[in-house]
């Protein structure tokens, strides 16, 4: 009985961090680019009191053993990169990427972070930039006089200036992808930096094999399914309202025994 009060201790802990993780999810249900968590579970060391075939008294092997669990633990937070859903927003520095890929941006101490989240800006010298002013890689600069800015499927981000009939290319988008997406560490601003387990960066031009498109004027929104993740909760929860149960019963089971007289 006391080992059923460690075990269902075990699973009321791990459905808090299950609730944790869908509730970071849910508020970021309208994060633009925002990639939904999923908790992995996985059981804890058993306890073998008899190794499946053990021979008996008769000399016979026993078919099965006697092992007692002691409960579970998480084993990851894993990122779901499915694609979210697309919005149409007509400003010309949003960008969706439509398939496999990164944006890569600049971070002040000089390393390199990537992104789902193209939801660009200007800043005061005319770069791209993201919200909170990191720039594009590679850079881009949109002059003070154009008029109007155009990007194609593959990256390239062309400008109409004043007294010039046809564009002028001002840059190229480039995009990042790894062999392992879930590796990456996130970062918080919609950002996410390479890790050992993600593996190297490999750039290409969008629209090379293997990588996704560009589409200017739309935005990849949450992935964040507000069903899916009401659903998730509502079990969680009853998950841990059972394992509360086992510690009430595992308790009122040594009351019990405590009370025996001789």
């Not at 841990?240 to 595992?250: D, G, L």
């Amino acid at each position: 009985m006391i080992g059923a009060l460690w075990t269902a201790a075990t699973g009321m802990g791990a459905q808090q961090t299950n609730i944790d993780v869908i509730s970071n999810n849910l508020a970021n249900v309208n994060t633009t680019g925002f990639k939904k968590s999923r908790v992995n579970f996985q059981d804890m060391m058993y306890q073998s009191l008899k190794q499946p075939g053990t021979p008996n008294a008769q000399g016979a092997q026993v078919p099965v053993g006697i092992e007692i669990g002691n409960g579970t633990r998480v084993s990851a937070t894993q990122k779901m990169f499915s694609k979210g859903s697309l919005m149409n927003t007509g400003n010309p520095l949003d960008i969706l990427i439509e398939g496999d890929g990164f944006f890569q941006i600049l971070l002040p101490d000089g390393t390199i972070a990537y992104t789902r989240d193209g939801s660009f800006k200007q800043d005061s010298d005319g770069r791209i930039v993201t919200s909170d002013g990191y720039p594009l890689q590679p850079e881009i600069y949109i002059p003070q006089d154009a008029t109007e800015i155009s990007i194609t499927s593959d990256g390239t981000v062309s400008v109409q200036i004043p007294g010039n009939n046809q564009p002028q290319q001002v840059g190229q988008i480039e995009l990042a992808r790894f062999s392992n997406p879930s590796g990456l560490s996130s970062i918080g601003r919609n950002l996410f930096v390479a890790t050992v387990a993600s593996g190297d960066p490999v750039i290409n031009n969008p629209g090379a094999a293997g990588y996704g498109t560009v589409v200017q004027q739309f935005l990849e929104m949450s992935n964040v399914q507000v069903v899916e993740e009401m659903v998730n909760m509502i079990a969680a929860q009853r998950a841990y309202e059972i394992n509360s149960k086992v510690i009430q019963a595992a308790d009122e089971m040594l009351g019990t025994a405590s009370q025996l007289r001789r």
